[in-house]
T-cell receptor, first 112, second 119 residues
Framework: DAKTTQPNSMESNEEEPVHLPCNHSTISGTDYIHWYRQLPSQGPEYVIHGLTSNVNNRMASLAIAEDRKSSTLILHRATLRDAAVYYCILRDRGGSNYKLTFGKGTLLTVNP | GAGVSQSPRYKVTKRGQDVALRCDPISGHVSLYWYRQALGQGPEFLTYFNYEAQQDKSGLPNDRFSAERPEGSISTLTIQRTEQRDSAMYRC?????????????????FGPGTRLTVT
């Protein structure tokens, strides 16, 4: 699987937007970009995914660079509940895409 | 609806004992995965089932580890002759589908995990 690079940690204030970056310079044309997050003492949970176009859902937005070598997860108004480790994961559209390959992720701290 | 459940939530065992960890996936989910997570690290893939078939066991560390899903629903991860290095959080996940061209659309739902401590 192609490798992703994320900052180890980031800090934000409550009710402010948060932009979590992810670099994936070796991404292939068939790789989807997925984001999962892991709240303290819980299992990971799906956040969002995309291929080329920007995506929005109720949890977040995903902005994908035109060359697809990087992406940004956007939390529009951070809450204390958003404090978690955020993982950026590439998944091939092909047959071996069933498993998730997690890196170390970005630990997001949200200050009240 | 009910999410993925795992039991026991905590297991303390002595070195050399066998342990069995259970996973009950979301009803109707075809695919089931086992991951292991060390403290401060992301989960690491162990094995994958599509229905009752174990499609990939490449992540199992050695032959002391085995998994089954005999009826395509509940799964058991068994560790024989446990060692201290086996201590970790073991997480199960399930999804509606697995690999293939549509596989990337299937989000995985994770259970709360079983914290295994080998003394």
């Amino acid at each position: 699987d192609a490798k992703t690079t994320q900052p180890n940690s980031m800090e934000s204030n409550e009710e402010e937007p948060v932009h979590l970056p992810c670099n994936h310079s070796t991404i292939s044309g068939t790789d989807y970009i997925h984001w999962y997050r892991q709240l303290p003492s819980q299992g990971p949970e799906y956040v969002i995914h995309g291929l080329t176009s920007n995506v929005n859902n109720r949890m977040a937005s995903l902005a994908i660079a035109e060359d697809r070598k990087s992406s940004t997860l956007i939390l529009h108004r951070a809450t204390l509940r958003d404090a978690a480790v955020y993982y950026c994961i590439l998944r091939d559209r092909g047959g071996s895409n069933y498993k998730l390959t997690f890196g170390k992720g970005t630990l997001l701290t949200v200050n009240p | 609806g009910a999410g993925v459940s795992q039991s026991p939530r905590y297991k303390v065992t002595k070195r050399g004992q066998d342990v069995a960890l259970r996973c009950d996936p979301i009803s109707g989910h075809v695919s089931l995965y086992w991951y292991r997570q060390a403290l401060g690290q992301g989960p690491e893939f162990l094995t994958y089932f599509n229905y009752e078939a174990q499609q990939d066991k490449s992540g199992l560390p050695n032959d002391r580890f085995s998994a089954e899903r005999p009826e395509g629903s509940i799964s058991t991860l068994t560790i024989q002759r446990t060692e201290q290095r086996d201590s970790a959080m073991y997480r199960c996940a399930s999804s509606l589908g697995g690999g293939g061209s549509g596989g990337t659309s299937y989000e995985q739902y994770f259970g709360p995990g079983t914290r295994l401590t080998v003394t």
